[in-house]
């Protein structure tokens, strides 16, 4: 896995980069973490492999005393298949979203699955995105300003630079044969986590414009 690219962090399409701790220079991370990188208003990103899996934690930290930093319990942690999926298929979506919320002529409702009940929200007359995992509404999960959203971007720039290889290992269920049927989505888990999904239903209107263009894109 390569290491975190300095040049790569400073770059920045949304302001003024990404805050970036290695783990041999911060108290705050332990020898499990890869990377620190501070979003904005005590926001973090943080990278870490936990049994042999990568992880993703978007998460509020606080100071201590002698100011470092801890995680809190607000926040939210996605796999690699989430995380590469967001970075993928989804980012354009909610950057459209973001450019259409001010447009008085414009009801923004998107809402996006990333599987396992892992939704991306964002609503007229809330200027945020909100990654959460829910059935029900719930706490569970974090809220991002639209600058910390644009901050978050930048952060996968680097991270796509540090692990890509790792990311490309990775395939999505939706693209599977099986899911070329209605059936195979509503059985899948991932997909259908609560099994609510039923026959005339399938993937949202998102999902199905994102499908479309995969599937079109291996025909060529």
């Not at 990103?45 to 990568?54: H, P, R, S």
């Not at 973001?98 to 964002?122: M, P, Q, T, W």
């Not at 259908?192 to 599937?215: A, D, H, I």
Request: with cysteine; hydrophobic share 35%.
């Amino acid at each position: 896995m390569k290491q975190i690219n300095n040049e790569t962090s400073k770059r920045s399409m949304h302001g003024a980069g990404v805050d970036i701790k290695n783990p041999s220079k911060s108290k705050d991370i332990n020898s499990k973490n890869l990377c620190q990188l501070n979003i904005g208003n005590d926001h973090y990103i943080v990278a870490n492999n936990f049994q042999d899996k990568l992880w993703f934690h978007i998460r509020v930290y606080e100071k201590r005393l002698d100011n470092t930093t801890y995680p809190t319990k607000k926040g939210i942690v996605l796999d690699l298949e989430k995380w590469t999926k967001l970075l993928t298929w989804y980012v354009d979506d909610v950057d459209e979203a973001i450019k259409e919320y001010d447009d008085d002529n414009k009801d923004v409702a998107l809402h996006i699955h990333l599987g396992c009940n892992y939704y991306v929200s964002l609503k007229q007359g809330y200027p945020v995105v909100n990654i959460r995992r829910w059935f029900l509404p719930c706490d569970l999960g974090i809220t991002l300003t639209f600058r910390q959203w644009g901050k978050l971007q930048d952060v996968m720039v680097v991270l796509q630079d540090m692990m890509g290889s790792e990311m490309d290992k990775v395939s999505f269920c939706e693209l599977s044969a099986d899911h070329q049927n209605q059936m195979g989505v509503i059985e899948c888990i991932n997909c259908n986590p609560n099994g609510t999904m039923m026959l005339g239903g399938g993937f949202c209107p998102t999902m199905r414009s994102r499908l479309m263009r995969e599937l079109n894109s291996k025909k060529q």
